[in-house]
């Protein structure tokens, strides 16, 4: 497993071997140290639909999922991802290649249109409504509402979750919309 | 004038749309090809001066680097029209951020790391960036942009203003905007032997082609430019930028294919902004409300480089009745990054300021804003004199009044608060110009019964794939199934940029004319069709682009309620709602999304936007989209936009208005309209950030009486 | 970025050792921040100690009824974690208010503490700056500076510190735990942050060879009254222009019997408002009492040219806070006499 193994051997060069689980498949890779999981999925596993619209954590395009949670794949470099599942916008769709329910709604919605922060906001969404249901609250969360209990979310939660996720083109009420038809 | 009429008008969903939610949409740099590397542009770090020596040698020694271009031995090129295209061909350095070096490596993080360790030395020279209205160096350029005269006068706006009884006499400030789509600028060039392929995001691809054949002394036939999905422009993709222009110039020298996806960082300073505009407005009006003088006047800057003056005062001749008016531009050359087009450049700013002014005029007057601006209806254009093809903004106001709820409206300034927060609503009316070019198209009947249409249109977002079928199909006669579309690559019969809310006009004319062609061309024939089918040529050239005895203009009017927070200065939009005269909606879906979109971006352009050029330094502090606030999720409310059926039959086949950019026009001043409303206190400086409102709010309130 | 080398740390004292050893090697917790500004040049260490592994993933109560924070866990999960909702409402509110839901499911307690200005000016590597090269030159003073410091700066620097979390540890009197592989010491959280002085390369109190290893939040058995506020340019996801961080406890009579109060994005630090606290303390809990104190310990303040805006600012936030504290407090004393 190269140089970084969770007993804390010292790396020697600059690169390391990474598996990762992409979308189900897993992928033994040799990787510059400098290599985040964004260009992982695009540059070494073909996987386009994470976006680089920023390359600094402040767009929020390149929205995955690792380990269940939504990050900005662009800032995580990928030699510290060993071992972990990563789902992105191309793991979305089931078995026989049918959209997600929240990809389907996008498009009910006319949710989008340029499509470069698409995937990243469908995958935002994927865990914004995992977060809720996990009881994590937002800014906007009545404080008063119980700790561990699902937080409901209305049109005020689903836009502060989200505001991790910019879109130029304005699409943001109909993701709203689109959002709300999934929950 | 138009076939079945059955498929346009309907919500077909986007043809791309599943493409797009799945990931499998292809933008400029994620079209797979061996050996493809990537190119990493070297800012110039002073704000005016030369060159003096780039030192390479550290970069080169850097694992994975293969070239290092500078203007010593970067392939030479034609000298372009555009001067912010010929990069790295002199060492002269006109702004901070203005392209000194390239360099290309196996992967971006080697590119990135090569780039950071090029060491440039320059003779720095004194810069002046700061634009003033009373700059010594303004000048009255001959032509504003997009070649409206930069001063046009009627009747004596001086004297009339002056004798007036009900004067409005005030001056606004636009800073700096950056367009800032989503997918940075990027391009990806191909050598495939003496052909030249280049994918890249561009809201023209004809046009990438036509400069790079010109720049690179290249045959049309060996250039081909596709741009398949294009992820926003805004503006700022309309003409090719620097980043093709370097891709080619990499692939080129190192023989392989090259991406440049330019840092988000350097967009500011490379691919053009909205210039900042300082606005004079004097209204003058009777008693009555009717207006008799206005003047709306200008000061813009533009770069040492290139001349582009933001046409900020052009709406004002086109807005209200007045017997006297002088509308001028006046232009400062500075130090700074060449400003460039972002959505409805001219109408944008300057409807700002006018329908600010015209909110500070119904104050003045005591008269309800609505029915200031129906009162100041014209009949005709006012500058040229021609009749409207068609004309509802009054139609517009009054419906989204209506829908608004704006009877309700309690007109006093400061009267509605919620504990620490005030209310206030505000309305601004909207225009923009009918363009429309000429575009060639193809279309074709298959044996087995469906047909293509083929158009080197660009899909930038507002759905041309399945607009332009559905125009196919109503011409055609056929259910829109039946049709398919072919756009975003320069084999395709050439068409102009998706940009000035041309697009679907230029296109669809030339879609609608070959179909009606093919239509006739089946009508007359039996029997079976070829194997490969039958097709139709169609070219509007002189059709699309005649002069017409018309004024043709979209209207609209925006309505926004706000709330201030006199604890913060902070302004948030509680709703916004839009009507629009756009001629026939063409895709009520795809319409929707665009009209949304406009209106979000003036929301950012009220509140959130606003970028500063920094005097000592010459850049653009808000550099990223960490300091330059595009509007997130949360600053966007519930937006309601609706139309009115306009039908119009001097515009096109389609009868179709552009509605791009009009969403955008007047929407900010609604914003800042609702702002005086709920606080009493007039703003003139965008954006209304807490900085600017809190200090406001200390201020003494204003009765709303101007002049 | 440079090429680096990569340690995956099994241990604090494994992680310390390797600081020790190298002294350009920086500690990795969520990278938020930290690959953010090696991808700028910024930041260009040659060894990446990866602490996010380490077994401090816990937000666990102590038998003296303080909790602890391990330095790992990650702040979507501390602002989420009921304790922390139950009983530091203003750390959970802070948590919330900052940076966006992705960007706090990879950020870590202790990488937020560590988490550098948001200067334009550090960020670019063609501008002077004494932070990031001392002895250049401070590229703010002259040029741009509107989100920068009114309280505490000095010539060499006039950056501020844009966490949020670190204003509510402030004003909660937490401590920051540090080891560096053989010996632990901790500091309290407001003593933790440094100003700039002639030292604005250094944020912190941190040693070579130390990291942070968790926050100790002091003993609270029901909900402390305390609250966080921040105004920004836009609603969400943005930094504060001014934020301010409350705790207050008063009597049955409205006197003041602790305050903690403190200021971000007003100095290099989070502000600790400890003259305004001392001029409240044992006196009434009013809207004009607040509005006193917290204007005396404005008077310290020299904004820049282009920032005074956030005086005026920073004292409605902080006014607001106390004033609805203290009314909350009020409102929960009537409920429990009526019942």
């Known amino acids: 497993m ?34 985040v999981l964004l260009d992982v999925l695009r540059e ?84 914004v409504l995992a977060e809720a249901e996990a009881g994590h609250p937002s800014h906007v969360t009545d404080p008063a509402t119980a700790p561990g209990r699902p937080v409901a979310l209305d049109a005020a939660e689903i836009r502060e979750r989200l505001s991790g996720n910019l879109c130029r083109c304005g699409a943001y009420p109909r993701i709203v919309e689109a959002v709300e038809d999934v929950i | ?79 372009p029209d555009d001067p912010t295209l010929a990069v790295l061909q002199t060492p002269g350095v006109p702004h901070r951020g203005w392209p000194v070096a390239l360099v290309v490596a196996r992967t971006p993080e080697e590119a990135r790391a090569a780039a950071e360790a090029v060491r440039v030395e320059y003779a720095v020279e004194e810069h002046d960036v700061r634009l003033t209205a009373d700059h010594p160096e303004a000048y009255e350029p001959e032509k504003a942009n997009a070649g409206f005269p930069a001063r ?73 430019v596709v741009a398949d999905h294009v992820g926003g422009g805004f503006g700022s993709k309309g003409t090719p930028r620097p980043d093709v222009v370097l891709a080619v110039m990499a692939a080129r020298e190192t023989g392989r294919p090259v991406t440049v996806a330019l840092p988000r960082r350097h967009l ?25 003088a206005l003047t709306h006047e200008v000061v813009t800057h533009t770069s040492r480089i290139k001349e582009f003056v933001e046409q900020a005062a052009v709406p004002a001749r086109v807005m209200y009745a007045t017997p006297a008016s002088r509308t001028l531009h006046r232009a400062v050359r500075l130090d700074v990054p060449s400003p460039s087009w972002m959505r409805a450049p001219g109408e ?72 620490p927060l005030l209310l206030g609503t505000g309305v601004a009316a909207a225009t923009y110009p009918v363009l429309v070019g000429p575009s060639r198209a193809e279309a074709r009947a298959l044996p087995d019964g469906s047909f293509v249409v083929r158009v080197n249109a660009t899909d930038i977002g507002t759905g041309a794939r399945t607009v332009l079928a559905q125009v196919a199909a109503d011409a055609l006669g056929v259910p829109l199934e039946r049709v398919r579309s072919e756009i975003g690559d320069s084999d395709l019969p050439s068409a102009p940029l998706a940009g000035g809310s041309s697009g679907t006009a230029s296109w669809g004319w030339s879609v609608h004319r070959a179909c009606t062609e093919l239509a006739d061309q089946l009508g007359s024939r039996t029997g079976p069709l070829p194997d490969e089918g039958i097709t139709a040529h169609a070219d509007t050239a002189g059709l699309a682009d005649a002069d017409s005895p018309y004024a043709r203009h979209a209207f609209g009017a925006h309505f926004a309620e706000v709330a201030v927070d006199t604890v913060t200065g902070e302004v948030r939009v509680r709703r916004m709602l839009g009507v629009f005269a756009a001629g026939r909606i063409l895709n009520a879906r795809t319409a929707r999304s665009q009209f949304i979109g406009g209106m979000t971006m003036g929301l950012g352009m009220a509140l959130t936007e606003g970028s500063t050029m920094d005097a000592a330094f010459g850049d653009f502090t808000e550099a990223d989209l960490a300091s330059y606030h595009v509007p997130a999720h949360a600053d966007v409310p519930a937006i309601e936009a609706h139309w009115i059926d306009e039908e119009d039959a001097h515009l096109n086949p389609m009868g179709s208005k552009g509605i791009g950019e009009i969403g955008n026009v007047g929407s900010a001043a609604a914003i800042g309209n609702a702002v005086h409303h709920a606080t009493g206190v007039r703003f003139r400086e965008l954006p209304l950030t807490p900085d600017k409102v809190l200090a406001g709010l200390a201020r003494p309130v204003t009765s709303g009486r101007g002049g | 970025m440079k090429p680096f080398g990569y340690l995956r740390a099994g241990t604090v004292r494994e992680a310390a050792e390797a600081l020790a050893e190298h002294p350009g090697a920086r500690c990795l917790g969520g990278g938020t921040n930290l690959v953010d500004l090696m991808k700028l040049g910024v930041e260009r260490p040659g060894l990446l100690v990866d602490v996010s592994r380490l077994p401090l993933d816990t937000v666990e109560e102590l038998p003296d009824g303080s909790v602890r924070v391990g330095a790992t866990v990650r702040n979507s999960d501390l602002a989420a974690h009921p304790l922390v909702r139950d009983r530091y409402p203003v750390l959970s509110q802070a948590l919330l208010a900052g940076a966006s839901g992705q960007l706090r499911n990879a950020a870590t307690t202790g990488g937020n503490l560590l988490q ?87 944020d912190t109190e941190i040693r070579p060879g130390e990291l942070v290893t968790g926050v100790v939040l002091p003993a609270a058995t029901a909900s402390l009254p305390s609250a966080y506020r921040k105004a920004r340019d836009r609603a969400s996801y943005a ?26 994005a007003l100095a290099h630090k989070p502000w600790r408002a400890e003259r305004a606290e001392a001029a409240l303390r044992g006196g009434p809990a009013t809207e004009d009492a607040f509005a006193r104190a917290v204007e005396r310990e404005l008077e310290a303040a020299r904004p820049l040219r282009d920032n005074g805006y956030k005086v005026p600012l920073a004292r409605n936030l902080a006014v607001d806070v106390l004033t609805r504290l203290a009314t909350a407090r009020n409102r929960t004393g009537t409920t429990e006499e009526d019942s």
């Open chain 2, 152 to 224: 046009r006068e009627w009747g004596d706006p001086d004297g009339a203003f002056a004798s007036a009884p009900v004067r409005v006499d005030v001056s606004y400030h636009v800073p700096p905007l950056h367009n800032h789509p989503m997918e940075p600028h990027t391009s990806t060039a191909h050598w495939d032997g003496d052909r030249l392929v280049v994918y890249t995001s561009s809201q023209g691809g004809t046009a990438v082609r036509a400069v790079l054949t010109a720049l690179f002394e290249l045959p049309e036939d060996r250039v081909t």
């Open chain 2, 348 to 419: 944008s700013p300057g409807m700002y300021a006018l329908e600010s002014a015209m909110d500070e005029l119904a104050g003045a007057l005591g008269m309800d804003p609505v029915d200031l601006r129906v009162l100041n209806e014209p009949e005709r254009e006012p500058d040229s004199g021609k009749p409207f093809s068609s004309r509802h903004l009054t139609e517009c106001l009054r419906e989204g009044a209506r829908r608004f709820g704006w009877d309700r409206r309690d007109p006093r300034p400061r009267a509605r608060g919620e504990g």
């Open chain 3, 239 to 264: 930094f504060a222009l001014a934020s301010v961080a409350a705790v207050l406890r008063t009597s049955e009579d409205g006197t003041v019997v602790h305050v903690g109060l403190a200021f971000g």
């Open chain 1, 2 to 35: 190269g140089a970084a193994h969770d007993d804390g051997t010292r790396a020697t060069g600059h690169h390391s071997e990474v598996t990762l689980t992409v979308n189900g498949t897993p992928h033994t890779l040799h990787l510059d140290h400098r290599r």
């Open chain 1, 44 to 127: 070494d596993l073909g996987l386009t639909g994470s976006k680089k619209g920023c390359d600094h954590g402040q767009c929020g395009a390149c929205t995955a999922l690792v380990d269940g949670r939504r990050v900005n794949s662009c800032l995580l470099l990928a030699v510290t991802l060993d071992g972990c599942e990563v789902i992105t916008v191309e793991g979305l769709t089931d078995g026989a290649g049918e959209p997600h329910p929240l990809q389907r709604a996008f498009l009910d919605r006319d949710a989008f249109q340029c499509g470069y922060c698409t995937p990243g906001q469908i995958c935002s969404a994927v865990g």
């Open chain 2, 268 to 292: 500011p300073s490379v691919v053009g902004h909205r210039a900042p505009t300082l606005h004079r407005l004097r209204l003058a009006a009777d008693t009555g409300g009717r207006l008799t």
């Open chain 3, 116 to 202: 550098r200005t948001r200067c334009p000016h550090f960020q670019d590597l063609s501008k002077p700056c004494n932070k990031r090269t001392p002895g250049t030159g401070c590229a703010a003073r002259e040029g741009t500076h509107r989100d920068h410091a009114v309280l505490g700066h000095s010539e060499q620097c006039v950056a501020t510190h844009p966490s949020d979390m670190a204003v509510a540890l402030a004003a909660l009197d937490a401590r920051v735990e540090l080891d560096d592989g053989r010996t632990t010491r901790d500091l309290p959280a407001d003593r933790f942050h440094r100003l700039p002085g002639d030292h604005p390369e250094r």
């Open chain 2, 1 to 79: 004038m138009t076939g079945t009429g059955s498929a346009l008008g309907v919500p077909a969903e986007r043809r791309e749309g599943r493409q797009k939610v799945t990931g499998g949409a292809r933008y400029a740099a994620e079209h797979p090809l061996p050996g493809r590397v990537h190119a990493w542009p070297v800012p110039a770090g002073v704000a005016r001066g030369r060159v003096t020596a780039v030192h390479t040698e550290a970069a080169l020694d850097l694992p994975g680097a293969l070239a290092v271009l500078t203007h010593d031995n970067a392939p030479r090129i034609t000298e």
